[in-house]
Every structure is written in structure tokens, then in C-alpha cells.
Nanobody, 117 residues
Framework: VQLVESGGGLVQPGGSLRLACAAS????????MGWYRQAPGEQRELVAH???????NYADSVKGRFTISRDNTKNTVYLQMNSLKPEDTAVYYC????????????WGQGTQVTVSS
């Protein structure tokens, strides 16, 4: 099983980034896919997730700025991040959760997002 994130980097406040997470080794279409983030000294927190059926949910802090989407033909989940703020700076992790078996989940290695002028 692999979850490989890409698209992180340094961006100025107000800018945009698009993260991608390419999945392999499991049946992508039956997993809820999520993005979490962890800032230095902070706990890891949920940013957004999208169910196997395509229903999306977001943390209040990113609503209206971030959009999660998935392409089951490419086994990839995306996070479009607009109007980025310095407080969005964190390592962003991709997460896969089996839709019915809570004991089956996977994490990616993370990608750094830094919002700074």
C-alpha cells in the first residue's frame, strides 16, 4: 500500500496550491479519503475528507477556501487550497479509511506547505 503526496511548497499569503495524493495497493474507490495537517507543536487535525460516494466535509477553518476532490480512475485525491494564510502552514498528510472497517486505514508520508511572505 502506498499513498504518495505531492504539490506542497512555499507560497505567499493569498496564493494557491494544489496537493495530490496518488494511491496504490488497495481498492481506492471504497475508501474515504482525507487530508490532515500538523503544524509544529500542534496535534494533527482533519482538514477535509471525501467519502467513497463523493460527499465532502471540511474543517471550519478551511471552508470556502479549500476543495477536496477525487478521481477514482486515477486513484488520486486532490486538495485545492486557495486564499492561503500563514496559519495554513503545516505538513499535510493524505489518509485512506475503509468505508466500513474502521481498523483499516493508511497514511501518506506528508508534504510540507509553507505560507509566508
Amino acid at each position: 500500500v502506498q499513498l504518495v503526496e505531492s504539490g506542497g511548497g512555499l507560497v505567499q499569503p493569498g496564493g494557491s496550491l494544489r496537493l495530490a495524493c496518488a494511491a496504490s495497493g488497495f481498492t481506492f474507490s471504497i475508501y474515504t479519503m482525507g487530508w490532515y495537517r500538523q503544524a509544529p507543536g500542534e496535534q494533527r487535525e482533519l482538514v477535509a475528507h471525501i467519502t467513497a460516494a463523493g460527499s465532502a466535509n471540511y474543517a471550519d477553518s478551511v471552508k470556502g477556501r479549500f476543495t477536496i476532490s477525487r478521481d477514482n480512475t486515477k486513484n488520486t485525491v486532490y486538495l485545492q487550497m486557495n486564499s492561503l494564510k500563514p496559519e495554513d502552514t503545516a505538513v499535510y498528510y493524505c489518509h485512506a479509511q475503509h468505508r466500513s472497517n474502521m481498523q483499516t486505514y493508511y497514511w501518506g508520508q506528508g508534504t510540507q506547505v509553507t505560507v509566508s511572505s
